[in-house]
């Protein structure tokens, strides 16, 4: 089971003097489980890729499977919206297309429109308050605009999960929040990926990317420059400084301290580990014990 891109370019305005080719020949496969880090400066072709994932755009050559099955293939309208189901995609600030009059509605809008009964949308909208933090009788009636950014956020989000999507796609799911929301928000996201959810996230945080993601993949003028774990991408920083990216804070301390002289790995995330490699140099050098 996976979700694969093949080969993919996409033409904005094909033949006309503003043509643009956002995409060139991309190349992607998400395998069943793993969470996927999308990372590259403004206009290098992120949101374009994802939007391809479920069929929001089809692509001007090239072909995207989800389990192995085109999704833009002649097929029946019917089999083609239930594939591109399995790919739920939350865009960036969620919460301003939230629209009915209380949480409830919203969540289970979805699901409604899938012909479900009355009792199994409600058994989806429970189960999905209960798994996003969010006390179904407390939240149910309340309009989703009397909620706090996060709230809103979460109900959003709701809504995509509601429809039980076996891939999770997210384009700058913090932006806006404040640290305490946006800590809450990734340790959801986090959770979504421990209990079995494919994730994509698309971010222009790279210690986000560094600290949840498995996989990589750095992006440029619609093309995919680089791409591994973070441990492999994040060893190229030179070349990310160029394209405009960077590497993450706790990174640029290792790097800093390997060019002062100070022998520490550079491919450590963890806040822990990397206090323990720092206590660890420093020793060294004084010839003493790091405890």
Not at 199 to 214: E, G, L, N, P
Request: hydrophobic share 35%.
């Amino acid at each position: 089971m996976s979700l694969e891109v093949k080969h993919v370019t996409y033409i904005y305005q094909k033949g006309s003097p503003t043509e643009n080719h956002a995409l060139q020949d991309i190349c992607l496969k998400i395998d069943e489980g793993e969470f996927l880090g999308i990372v590259g400066h403004t206009g290098s072709g992120k949101s374009t890729l994802i939007q391809h994932l479920n069929g929001l755009l089809k692509p001007s050559e090239g072909e995207v499977l989800v389990n192995g099955v085109d999704i833009n293939q002649k097929e029946s309208r019917a089999k083609l919206k239930e594939l591109r189901m399995q790919v739920g995609l939350v865009f960036q600030y969620p919460e301003y297309q939230l629209f009915e009059e209380t949480v409830e509605n919203d969540i289970a809008f979805g699901p409604r429109s899938l012909g479900l009964s009355e009792q199994e949308i409600k058994e989806r909208v429970q189960h999905t308050m209960e798994l996003l933090n969010l006390d179904y009788e407390k939240f149910r009636n309340k309009s989703p605009f009397e909620l706090s950014g996060g709230e809103k956020r979460k109900v959003a989000i709701a809504g995509v999960l509601a429809m039980q999507p076996q891939y999770l796609v997210l384009d700058e799911p913090t932006a806006g929040l404040d640290p305490k929301g946006r800590q809450e928000f990734l340790e959801l996201i986090a959770m979504l990926h421990r209990q079995g959810m494919t994730i994509v996230m698309v971010s222009h945080s790279m210690d986000d990317i560094a600290r949840y993601a498995q996989k990589m993949i750095v992006m440029e003028h619609g093309q995919i420059k680089l791409s591994g774990t973070p441990q492999e991408v994040f060893s190229h920083p030179v070349e990310l400084e160029q394209i405009g990216v960077g590497v993450p804070t706790l990174t640029k301390l290792l790097l800093h301290l390997k060019e002062r002289g100070f022998h520490v790995r550079t491919d450590l995330f963890n806040v822990n580990e990397v206090k323990k490699e720092i206590l660890t140099a420093l020793s060294e050098r004084k010839g003493g014990n790091p405890c």
